[in-house]
């Protein structure tokens, strides 16, 4: 239900420069004071996980952004729970201590970003939802499309779906929903509570459940008709040719008629073979025998 937390604290004493590995500067204004940012991460080829941690010298500010799943050292594919959480904030406090000294836990932190998400197991169904997904809309975000992925951008909310499987090579169909907070969406999710924006509060699940449901309503994915076979079957051609139009016609005259669509002038002899070929091309044979069940509804967690 969690995954990358980002938050800020401002220190009363300076940290030692050399702790970091780099630094930019960058000048706002021709008269104005150089402000410096300097980094941590981990070293480019290493094994291990470290959180990102910035500094800002002039204002004492520090920053830490960090995964919940990778912290706590949890396969790919899982989902985050409470107690996964508190082992991930543990190790990141372990983290900066070991560093810097001494400093607040991680969980008194103002929060600048946080992402919540969910897995669902769907087998081979991962593409046909993406598909439902790629024909929805979400208000004024736009909706962007990369590799397999559906991404609905606002200025500081992103919402995402993709192929978990896929990204992590393995071999089960897992659809993955992520909605990231930046910055005044944060804010946002704070003031529909109590208005406490520590990382504490903002890792409660009644706020991930509100952030997630809120999109699902967005988006409609709260409505049965959304998974009804036609859509789906719909959304699926548009999703694989680039001309939908005569791909579903020739779909629903072989998933009619059969081998027998090659006769009676309807589709004639090469042209049923050519069709069939497309879709055998693209995965999708399947859909030229029989009925294509619904898609389950997909639904988010209670607790």
Known sequence: MFDTVAAVLVLDRDLDRGLFLGQSVQIPFEDAMPRVRMWRSARKGSATYQPHVHWWPQRRMLRVEFSIPKMAQLPA???????????????????????????PSVWDWRCVRVDYSWNWQVGEHVRSYLAVVRGLTMGRAQRQEHGTSVYFE????????????????????????????????????????DGKRSVYDMLKVSRARFSMSRVFELLGLGNADVYESSHALHALVRANFKRPTAAYGALMLIREHGANARRDGLLGEAMYHRWVARFRERGLLALTTGDTPALPALRLPVS
Do not use: C, P, W
């Not at 985050?80 to 560093?99: G, K, N, Y």
């Open 154 to 193: 606002q200025k500081q909310r992103v919402v995402k779906f993709y192929d978990k499987s896929q990204q992590a090579l393995l071999a089960d169909g897992v659809l993955r929903f992520e909605v990231s907070h930046f910055g005044r969406a944060v804010k946002n999710i704070a003031l529909a509570f």
């Open 77 to 103: 594919m899982a989902n985050v729970t409470t107690a996964d959480v508190s082992l991930a904030i543990q190790s990141v406090d372990v983290f900066l201590e070991r560093i810097f000294g001494k400093m």
